[in-house]
């Protein structure tokens, strides 16, 4: 009964509902309509979705808007390309470089052997162990020297924008240890098998959408515990949440480091997606970019950040290819009007028009007749009379 009784107060009907459908959008429709190319571009999408989800628990329920996601994206991202910059950079694949068994980059910037933080990512199963906990642990140091110090609001949104700044001109200048402005690219194999077919991006896609929907279900279950509804106190009462003696900052802390691992997951499956990792995935620009992912999905709507994410980056194609220098001005004009106009998103667009309906629904729906026929004396005759005249 304890185990029913959880299971129902976690997922319930509706819930379902919802997951199944996006389950039914992403796993059988979109396959079947689509070719693999235009399946990629969504596969691509689905990456982002990954930081979505990650801000709907830091900023939609922990009231924590960071304007740096993008730096663990990045992280991750960075951290996959890595070992799959090293696996094509075998002393045969590069024996035309002055000194063969590194990356082209670095052989063209004159180095002469592989840094030393580069050589653990030669095995797989440190490379997932450091997209796991490499942002975490650099959020984790953030968050200790933010919140620990009651730093939060427009300043903590502040810090986060400038360290992805930061972050993208360390990345750029150092050139020739992570590819510089152009990236890590030429990315082939994963463990020896070839990323590059269309096959291949066939089992991508379709791994991408199992660890985004393992995502959702982990968050689900964060939302809907103690947890949860903790975070949603400090977001709306955080003075009450600290006088009644919890630590509010460990709570900020571990919402933050998680969003940060979340999106590093999703950096990782851009890797593998797309083919190669670039320092513009990681800066100011693209860190906006996923907040409005968020806002126009719905900031408290884990499905709703899904659909988000698709609704805008399909938009952002189809107008970047015909109005290419308005996209941006666009992008913005999308974000004030969905925060001015609709708070809380698409879903909350949805859960307005469904009550609406069964409001609806209720109105048109006749009085039963009462059951009994009140006495003479009784006071409610005026009311029982006035709804049946007959």
């Not at 988000?308 to 970047?320: C, D, E, F």
Request: net charge positive; with cysteine.
């Amino acid at each position: 009964m304890t185990t029913s009784a959880s299971t129902h107060s976690f997922f319930q009907k509706k819930d379902i509902l919802h997951y199944g459908l996006l389950a039914l959008l992403l796993i059988v429709i979109l396959p079947l309509t689509m070719d693999i190319f235009r399946l990629n571009l969504v596969g691509k999408y689905l990456t982002y979705a990954f930081v979505a989800v990650s801000l709907v628990l830091c900023w939609g329920y922990g009231g924590i808007l960071s304007l740096g996601q993008g730096v663990f994206f990045g992280l991750g991202g960075y951290a996959m390309a890595m070992y799959l910059k090293l696996e094509a950079s075998t002393p045969e694949a590069t024996a035309i470089q002055s000194t063969p068994g590194i990356p082209d980059f670095m052989d063209w910037n004159q180095l002469t052997e592989l840094p030393w933080f580069w050589e653990p990512f030669h095995s797989l199963g440190f490379t997932v162990l450091a997209i796991l906990f490499i942002a975490p642990l650099f959020a984790y140091i953030i968050a200790v020297a933010m919140f620990k110090r009651r730093v939060g609001g427009v300043y903590f949104a502040i810090i986060t924008q400038a360290i992805a700044a930061i972050i993208t001109i360390l990345i750029i200048g150092q050139q020739g240890y992570t590819g510089g402005v152009n990236g890590i690219t030429d990315l082939r194999t994963l463990a020896g098998w070839d990323i590059r077919s269309d096959y291949a991006k066939y089992v991508l896609y379709f791994l991408c959408v199992g660890c985004l929907f393992a995502v959702l279900l982990l968050s689900q279950f964060v939302m809907k515990s103690k947890l949860g509804r903790l975070l949603v106190a400090i977001r709306d009462r955080e003075d009450r949440v600290r006088f009644s003696g919890y630590d509010v900052s460990n709570f900020k802390i571990f919402v933050f480091c998680f969003a940060a691992m979340l999106s590093a997951i999703g950096g990782a499956m851009f890797t593998l997606q797309v083919g190669f990792m670039s320092p513009t995935l990681v800066g100011i620009v693209p860190s906006i970019e996923m907040v409005i992912f968020c806002a126009v999905g719905g900031r408290l709507s884990l499905i709703g950040a899904v659909y988000g994410t698709l609704l805008v980056n399909a938009a952002k194609t189809t107008m970047s290819e015909a109005f290419p220098e308005l996209w941006l001005f666009a992008m913005g004009a999308l974000f004030i009007g969905v925060v001015l106009a609709f708070p809380n998103g698409l879903a909350g667009v949805y859960v307005t028009l469904k009550e609406k309906f069964l409001a609806s629904r209720r109105s048109s729906t006749p009085a039963k007749a009462p059951a009994a026929k009140p006495d003479s004396n009784d006071a409610s005759i005026p009311n029982a009379s006035s709804a049946n005249p007959s």
